[in-house]
């Protein structure tokens, strides 16, 4: 009898054991799929706070791209329009005054149809920079190309371009906006890479806008903070966000520069 109730004895130790055990790794699991779940949490947030500073960098660098178009239209409104007012303002004047002698009223009436006809041409350029009448009248593909043929005649850059671009393929407000990152991707390697050559390429599908820039300009160094915040290349990537696009750029110090541009169901 004794024996038997030893070995119930024991029975019921490995019990007690074995639940206490199950315990242990159920608290253990549970405590793991806790603190597991905790990690993932955390990381969701952090996610979401990169992406929501991201989003504020973007509006601030559109905020900041549109007042320094404000104040480059301003510049130009004063200093290509409005000083050549004052002389045809002037002249006008002395010819209201009278008294002059017919050289002399020659001479300025000259001077009023040369002026106004300067004025008439800077006011066209302001137009033309704010939205090119080509890329409004016969869309994206003519507007690049003579883009590309004005800088290569200039001889400030040579520029091949393959465009396999359908007309309307885009939209006209994202069509202007990829026309926006081609002149300022052009303007970056004339000004800042000291570019000879570039290449452009654009091809289509049903389902993505596949777009390449490169040059062989001086390159920079892709972790440096002044190229990563600098204006002209955050005016492009919150260009790239309105079109739902992504990018990829490669480029070194005196190695180059590259950019490819991805924009996936372009129609919507």
Known sequence: MEEFFTKDNQVIAIVIIGTLLLLLMGGALLTFFFFSRKKIVEKELEKKSLEI???????????????????????????????????????ANLLKDGELKHEEYSTINNTILE????????AR???????????DKFGLKDAIEEL????????????KYNLEYTKAYLIPEKELHLFRIVQELINNSVRHGKAKNSI????????????????????????????????????????????????????ALNKGFKITITIINPSK
């Open 53 to 91: 500073n991201h989003q504020k960098e973007i509006i601030e660098s559109i905020i900041i791209t549109q007042e320094e178009e404000r104040k480059r239209i301003a510049q130009d409104l004063h200093d290509d329009i409005s000083s050549k007012l004052n002389v045809i303002n002037l002249n």
């Open 115 to 122: 002026t106004t006809g300067k004025t008439l041409e800077s």
């Open 125 to 135: 350029k302001i137009a033309h920079n704010l939205l090119p009448p080509i890329l």
């Open 148 to 159: 590309a043929d004005s800088f290569s005649n200039s001889r400030k850059i040579n520029i």
């Open 200 to 251: 452009l390429n654009i091809n289509c599908t049903s389902k993505s806008l596949l777009f390449t820039y490169s040059d062989d300009g001086c390159g920079f160094d892709v972790k440096s903070q002044h190229h990563q915040k600098g204006l002209g290349m955050k005016n492009i990537e919150s260009r790239i966000a309105i079109l739902k696009g992504n990018y990829a750029i490669e480029t």
